[in-house]
């Protein structure tokens, strides 16, 4: 088993050399070079949106043919638009680019998570700073408040909780606005894009029968094709360039509210949460985990590993959502593979995604509260104490893939690529060496610095003490988590 891992280890870390190597290659001065997306990629991301056009075709067909209640058809309205790449600036991209099924609705490329991890925009030479985090079980994260009797922030969505969700009383449906005017995400220049793009697709009648005929009732300016396809530029930029009427404005705003809201009513719909895991098989007793994940279950519930103290099974009145919706900073180093690092100079549009560039340091949930996102200035004065966490993900799906050569990225900048390297990292980070530049063994003998020192978990991981196979153990355990499973004879 050791040696397996130190082959994996190997592999991934030749392949992010390679990448590095090709970043640095690239011409910031020649637009057609600037285009960071892994050659071996390109198929795949052909064969992904392929898959999208195909779900869409397939949800605008039962749309057209259904007879169920309204709440069924917000889910449907929800999901066309959640697969629609039409409403990218591009028309390339959808929010599913990044959050596919078969993935447990994170990241779909496996060519891409092994290396650049973040996603191309529907600018296909800009790339966010993070690794897409799956939507599955999402929607169950509450508005982001502070507990006082815990001393921490709860809920939110994003990495960093900036989607509080303190507006719409839904975290998830904030969430859901953040891409579309993202400009290395879906790059529509203004919120009432989305809504201008979405009045002229096919299925603008179901929005107007379930939202009312003013959903779309707006004075569109002459400009507005013209401005919608011209790719986003704030916050250096003017963040609502379409010039609307203050009424249509606000009709505007209230549709793309109702937008976000349905997208939030399909990622809450079964069919992104189905609790099919072979967990909640064993747990419903139709089910029994092997030797090795009982084991596995054991050591997480134990007081050795701390794991269900953050990823929590449940508990009186709890579903077993394997997170508490808080964050924590785990003491992972940067991870120079991806391009944002090398995004510090104008792109063929005049947008610098990164001024900072390679000095560019991720401070995550203390970012966002130091950072004028920030809704509550109460919540500023904490900022110092959240620099460098990032919101605890569910562990549900967390090893769902469609065939098992897919590689997976761990983490908010997908630093870790296996189960296997994340277990290893909670066990020995703090009991192993820091790597030296160019060191053969990390991940494997060494771990490189961490890229938020001040604020690091201590106390739940670090040096675990566990042995290889009860990191194995808790990997088998792990792997029960993933929905889908048919009990034997079914």
Not at 76 to 97: A, H, M, P, T, W
């Amino acid at each position: 088993m050791k040696i397996r891992y130190v082959l994996v280890a190997g592999t991934a870390m030749i392949v992010a050399i390679a990448v590095a190597a090709a970043l640095r290659s690239v011409k910031a001065d020649d637009p057609s070079n600037r285009a960071r997306i892994p050659a071996a990629a390109q198929k795949e991301i052909k064969s992904v949106e392929r898959e999208i056009d195909r779900i869409e075709a397939e949800t605008l067909n039962q749309a057209r043919s259904a007879t169920s209640d309204r709440f069924q058809q917000i889910i449907l309205l929800g999901k066309l638009i959640f697969y629609d790449q039409q409403l990218s600036v591009n028309r390339n991209e959808s929010c599913s680019f990044c959050h596919m099924p078969e993935t447990g609705f994170s990241g779909p490329v496996s060519t891409l998570n092994q290396t650049t991890v973040a996603y191309p925009g529907s600018v296909r030479t800009r790339f966010n700073a993070r690794n897409p985090q799956s939507h599955t079980y999402a929607s169950f994260a509450p508005v982001l408040h502070y507990n006082a009797e815990q001393g921490d922030l709860v809920g939110g969505q994003f990495w960093d909780m900036r989607a509080t969700g303190l507006r719409l009383d839904s975290a998830l449906a904030e969430q859901a606005q953040g891409p579309p005017v993202d400009p290395a995400e879906m790059g529509l220049s203004d919120p009432a894009c989305m809504v201008y793009r979405m009045s002229q697709r096919p299925y603008r009648s179901m929005a107007e029968r379930l939202w009312g005929a003013q959903a779309f009732a707006i004075h569109w300016p002459a400009n507005a094709k013209e401005v919608c396809d011209r790719p986003g530029m704030a916050p250096d930029g003017d963040p609502m360039p379409l010039r609307l009427a203050d009424v249509d404005r606000g009709i505007a705003q209230t549709t793309f509210d109702q937008i976000a809201e349905a997208i939030a009513a399909f990622e809450g719909s079964p069919a992104v949460n189905p609790f099919s895991a072979k967990y909640d098989y064993v747990i419903a007793g139709k089910a029994a985990f092997t030797a090795e994940e009982q084991a596995g279950y054991d050591l997480f519930r134990s007081k050795t590993t701390h794991c269900n103290e953050c990823h929590r099974d449940g508990g009186p009145g709890e579903e077993p959502l394997f997170t508490d919706f808080t964050a924590s900073n785990l003491g992972l180093p940067p991870n120079p593979a991806l391009p944002f690092y090398k995004e510090n100079t104008p792109d063929q549009f005049g947008f610098t995604a990164n001024p900072a560039g390679l000095k560019f340091i991720d401070q995550g949930v203390g970012g966002f509260l130091a950072g004028p996102q920030n809704p509550n200035r109460e919540w500023a004065a904490m900022a110092k104490s959240f620099i460098g966490k990032y919101k605890t993900p569910t562990l549900r799906d967390v090893d769902k893939r469609p065939r098992p050569e897919f590689v997976k990225a761990y983490m908010h900048n997908g630093y870790l690529k296996s189960l296997k390297e994340v277990v290893h990292f909670y066990n020995t980070r703090d009991a192993l060496p820091t790597c030296k530049p160019g060191d053969r063994g990390e991940k494997v003998t060494c771990w490189p610095a961490p890229e938020n020192p001040e604020t690091i978990n201590r106390k739940q991981l670090g040096d675990l003490k566990l042995s290889d196979k009860q990191e194995d153990q808790l990997v088998a355990f792990l792997k029960t988590l993933t929905d889908g499973y048919s009990p034997p004879g079914k």
